[in-house]
């Protein structure tokens, strides 16, 4: 009985949202793939070669550079610990800050292509205020941790694991609030306030995909769309919004309790190096299920009903 009250009430997103989406692909001349089946207007392969690089220097940044750093400093020079803190932590953020810097111009000064619907020059999107509060908490620790004459390894190990913990309790918030339709109590980007909560992955996809990758608002309207249409793919990002939680979660936990047990020269590695280590398996599996969800989802809906992957109905027999 959930099920078939899950498929007949969408969740409401505050506003005609499909009829949004259907005059502008219309409009466009982009038509979705299936009938009624709102098409996903994204096609990363065109972006790869940004994405590629950016994804290198954000790896770069946030683990291999500070655990070369500090091991390769450490055993192979004289230089005291506050130097060596002091160098790696003057890295910390250049790529992040660009980012961050590219994506405030975008959201402020493009007119309100990348804005969610709604949202005004200096509401930004949901996103960003939750990066720039994890941001900020991990500056300050980094900062603060450093300014002692012997600096605090420990501390200086732990910003990464914190931000994971923060994205886990928001993801098994928002889980949790999309399950008991509770409404929004601010606007989650797309989501006005008082909407259903969304699960936080879509808010994520939306915002990350809208605004970095270039998507704009036709990207948030037919991402919104398919998720009003498709009761197979609210389930997808229903799981997906559990599977990085519980991972956030028991990886941001479990670095924090090593981090504070092993040594110090151990920990640092560990703090920096674990959730790179996380973010590759989990990033790899959701790849991997999201592909065969999405396939699936379109398979079912062309069954149910009898259209070929032309969007023409089956002949008959």
Known sequence: MANDREKKEPPSTGGSISSTLTATTYATGELAELPGLPRLLYRILDYKLKLSIVVFLLVLESSILPIALYYGLTLATTLRPGIVFAIITSFFGIVTGIEFGLRCLKLILKGDEYRPPGGTRW???????????????????????????????????????????????????????????????????????????????????????????????????????????????????????????????????????????????????????SPLIFVIIWTTISIIWVRRSLRREKQLWMAERGTNMQGSPWPAA
């Open 123 to 273: 509401s930004f999107d949901f996103t960003h205020w939750t990066l720039s509060f994890g941001y900020t908490v991990m500056t300050g620790i980094l900062i603060g941790a450093s300014i002692p004459h012997n600096p605090l390894v420990r501390p200086l190990a732990i910003p990464v694991s914190l931000f994971l913990i923060q994205m886990g309790v928001m993801l098994l918030w928002s889980g949790w609030m999309n399950v008991t339709r509770r409404p929004a109590p601010c606007k989650m980007s797309s989501v006005p306030k008082g909407g259903r909560v969304p699960p936080m992955v879509l808010t994520i996809v939306e915002d990350i995909v809208g605004v970095d990758g270039g998507g704009g608002r036709k990207y948030r309207n037919s991402l919104m769309a398919r998720y009003e249409v498709s009761p197979r793919f609210r389930k997808m990002i229903a799981q997906q919004n559990w599977f990085w939680a519980v991972g956030a979660l028991v990886d941001g936990i479990g670095t924090l309790v090593v981090i504070w047990t092993v040594p110090e020269k151990v920990a640092y590695g560990v703090g920096w190096g």
